[in-house]
């Protein structure tokens, strides 16, 4: 089965959300998902954008702390159901 994405920059709950296409699985949390918006790793404050590259990798404008940061996402199995 081939699912389809759409991924949301959550800038008020510093996260970057994932969302099947149906919407009928709800949101998934895919980076920033500490519950609090701050300035390590896997924290982000206020998200503007997302873009992949070819490769698959997740690149997340991070406004509030005036940074581009790089995430690796990894694709589904065939076996994944959405």
Excluded: E, H
């Amino acid at each position: 089965m081939f699912c389809r994405y759409v991924y949301v920059a959550d800038a008020a709950n510093g996260r970057i959300m994932k969302w099947t296409t149906n919407y009928t699985a709800g949101g998934i949390c895919v980076v920033g998902c500490s519950g609090s918006v701050g300035n390590a790793v896997n924290q982000l404050r206020t998200p503007r954008d997302v873009k992949f590259d070819r490769y698959g990798n997740l690149y997340v404008t991070d406004q509030g702390n005036n940074r581009i940061q790089k995430f690796i996402i990894s694709n589904p199995s065939a076996s994944t159901t959405c």
